[in-house]
């Protein structure tokens, strides 16, 4: 069911203390278990809005309120990069938000083997950042988000560092979880092949100021897989998402 809302952001700006006016009247009503995407051109304040969700800043005006009480949110981000510890091995990383909450590592290893299992992982605990490759580093990465078994999940551009097959995969991987687990999902990212394949909605946003100029509903059904990416659908919703884009960087120029 993707009826009610978990998120809402009324009216919200944003302007950081030397004067960038980052967001401006943006509302955005997100549902429980959607898959949103934001895009939009460089400095147009999408990390903002993950990061004025994750309660990493406060807002200039305006309000974000949440469905669900404060106790009962799990949220997650990811970020593009992994941003994992060069010195612990893959079980550590995952181990560290459990640890941050107290919990050992031989209380958590069941949790762990559970996160490395969703994403494909198994047996790499005991290997080091370096041993692994892009893709790999993403997934552990993405694993240590879902170890603390998130309602919300923030991704910032989580794919964009990767080659096109990886990203592919792992676009794939993420929807198959999504799927089965229910998160409400806002993800940014810069390719819009990537937001139209996976989300309920893309929400364009233009910058100077950074502000939400259309939402795309992507009216196709899940699970979609690799026939969704060929078909004439997909390449529908892709040229309405870019011809928004267009205007958004056009109205940011004029
Ligand atoms: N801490 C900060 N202090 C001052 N200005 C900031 C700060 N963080 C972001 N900005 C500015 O706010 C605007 C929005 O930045 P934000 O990072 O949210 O955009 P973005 O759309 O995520 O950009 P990109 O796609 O390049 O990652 C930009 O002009 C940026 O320079």
Redesign the pocket.
Known sequence: MRCSSMITLSQVDKI?P?G?V?LQGVDLTVRRGEFVSLV?P???????VLKLIAGLGRTSSGEIHWQLPEAERQLAFVFQDAALMPWATVMDNVHLPLKLKGRSLTAARADIYQALHLVDLNGAEKRYPRQLSGGMKMRVSIARALVTQPNVLLMDEPFGALDEMTRSKLNSDLLHLWEQYHWTVIF?T?NIYEAVYLSNRVVVMAAHP?RIVADVTIKAAYPRDEAFRTSHLFSDYCREVLAQLALAEDSAIA
Request: proline share 0%; charged share 5%.
């Open positions: 950081y030397n960038t980052a939009g460089s400095g147009c304040g999408k990390s903002t940014v810069h950074g």
